[in-house]
């Protein structure tokens, strides 16, 4: 069965310190790989997607980055964090096109404050 | 992606049915609707997903009108732990590069 994992599960850091988030998905080839923000008491916020290794299309301007150096690993990352930054980051993954039902399984959660 | 419309909260008690209604008029001819289930500090869950008419399944009912205008979803005899955020999402099957959720509607079960 397919697994989604991230970390760290929580991550207290100072303005202006690098940030990074790791994801990682088993028991699946070239999924979609997705990461989102949700800030205290709001919606889901799309930050990145990949298609592929390698392949990263940006939702938001922001001083956040991703990359896929692996087919099944998802990373963000920032150089320098900003206060509003604070938030829970999720990754996502799901099946890619050919078979694809929309269905969205989501790993368990980032939750960075940033002081 | 079409852009869906929920409402933001909605109260009920326990052992009443629980209808939520998503309005996504833009929504295009290979688009699938699905909800999600979100409770606080975990990422959103899948619940249904349909494309017309009605889809049930064992935690749920999805109801589609002829135009697709709209889908409701309805939660048959809510419990307190159904309280949580539930989010409408319309995309393109086979084309879901860019899963933008909405704002969600919060549901609060009372006892």
């Known amino acids: 069965s397919q697994t989604i994992h991230q970390w760290p599960a929580t991550l207290v850091q100072p303005v202006g310190s690098p940030l990074s988030l790791e994801c990682t998905v088993e028991?699946?080839?070239?999924?979609?790989l997705y990461w989102y923000r949700q800030a205290a008491g709001r919606g889901l916020q799309l930050l990145f997607y990949?298609?592929?290794?390698?392949?990263i299309s940006s939702e938001v301007p922001q001083n956040l980055s991703a990359s896929r150096p692996q087919d099944r690993q998802f990373i963000l990352s920032s150089k320098k964090l900003l206060l509003s930054d604070s938030g829970f980051y999720l990754c996502?993954?799901?099946?890619?096109?050919?078979?694809?039902?929309?269905?969205?399984?989501f790993g368990e959660g980032s939750r960075l404050t940033v002081l | 992606l079409a852009k869906t419309t929920q409402p933001i909260s909605m109260d009920s008690y326990e052992g009443q049915e629980v209808n939520i209604t998503c309005s996504h008029n833009?929504?295009?001819?290979?688009?699938?609707i699905t909800w999600y289930q979100q409770f606080p500090s975990q990422g959103p869950r899948f619940i249904i997903q349909?494309?017309?008419t009605k889809v049930t399944n064992e935690v749920a009912s999805l109801f589609i009108p002829a135009d697709r205008k709209s889908s409701t979803l309805s939660l048959p005899r809510v419990s307190l732990s159904d309280t949580a955020v539930y989010y409408c999402?319309?995309?393109?099957?086979?084309?879901?590069?860019?899963?933008?959720f909405g704002a969600g509607t919060r549901l609060t079960v009372k006892p």
């Open positions: 996502a993954w799901s099946v890619s096109s050919g078979g694809n039902t929309g269905e969205l399984f």
């Open positions: 028991g699946t080839s070239n999924p979609n």
């Open positions: 990949s298609v592929g290794i390698g392949q």
């Open positions: 833009n929504i295009a001819t290979n688009d699938y």
């Open positions: 349909g494309y017309k």
């Open positions: 999402l319309v995309g393109r099957l086979y084309n879901n590069n860019d899963m933008r």
